[in-house]
């Protein structure tokens, strides 16, 4: 989880991530990385009392969602490694599908805001709402198999998530394009699941600040991709969705 001045939403964020998780009832454990904050961000997460979900805070001084979520990732060791923002705009109460999906088959599960069961309330501004069509619009160029990148909440098989992190060279909003745009020239199987997303006050993303800087790091990642040839997507066969994955989870050998 990509932190800069959280103070504020850590405490009930971290409740709430740590109970999901636990009902998994599989080992795991939460990544909070502090990407340069000047508030108590730090101290909340050393302070969170412990449980059965431990929490381990990093530190990211090169400022950027993109940057935080690569130190996460790149520390982990876990067969499954995902993210998701602080302010769990995103409900986290599908966890046990995700889980089940990837131990199925699928090499990553995103959340989309664009699938036609999510459930989407919004207070964006008309100005944010066209600058989000044009913006998907922009990475088609990029990413051509999923229809809505910009959702925090994404889970890969551990292995391949570090292998495609580790040459992120985009910082900012748009990492989520270069990430999947890497996966997908891969041939990773990608699955997109539906999500229930709550409009947050308090968003650090700008239309007016970071906007302009978004479109031009698209356009930078399909420069660096250019030459990159586009892998088929291997098929998922027969992904099982049962009703209690935890024993074949645990079975696959999860690791925090």
């Known amino acids: 989880m990509p932190a800069f001045n959280e103070e504020h939403r850590l405490p009930d ?3 709430g991530l740590r109970r999901a ?3 998994l009832g599989v080992p795991c454990r939460v990544t909070v ?7 108590d961000t730090a101290g909340i997460v050393a302070g969170a009392p412990s449980g059965a979900v431990p929490i381990r805070l990093l530190h990211c001084a090169e400022r950027g969602k993109g940057y935080a979520v690569r ?6 060791d876990a067969r499954y490694v995902g993210f ?28 989309s805001r664009a699938h036609p069961d999510s459930v989407v309330e919004e207070r964006h501004s008309p100005l944010r709402r066209w600058g989000a069509v044009a913006f998907r619009g922009a990475v088609r160029q990029v990413v051509r198999t999923v229809s809505e990148t910009q ?10 998530a570090r292998r495609v992190f580790e040459p992120l060279c985009c910082g900012g ?25 709550v409009d947050v006050p308090g968003s650090r993303f700008s239309t007016v600040r970071h906007g302009w800087q978004s479109f031009f790091d698209v356009a930078s990642i399909a420069w660096r991709l250019r030459r990159v040839e586009i ?24 690791r925090p």
């Open 231 to 254: 892998a088929p997507a291997l098929p998922i066969v027969g992904l099982p969705l049962p009703q209690d994955v935890t024993g074949g989870a645990a079975a696959a050998g999860l």
């Open 84 to 111: 998701c923002d602080a302010d769990l705009a995103t409900s986290v109460d599908d966890l046990e599908q995700v889980l089940t999906l990837l131990a199925g088959g699928a090499d990553a599960v995103v959340g």
């Open 151 to 160: 959702c925090g909440y994404k889970f890969f098989r551990g292995d391949l």
């Open 71 to 76: 130190s996460g990732v790149l520390a982990s």
């Open 13 to 15: 964020t971290l409740v």
């Open 21 to 23: 998780l636990g009902e």
């Open 33 to 39: 990385v502090d990407n340069a904050s000047i508030d």
């Open 173 to 197: 909003f748009a990492f989520d394009v270069e990430v999947l745009g890497r996966m997908e020239r891969l041939g990773a199987r990608v699955v997109e699941i539906p999500v229930n997303w």
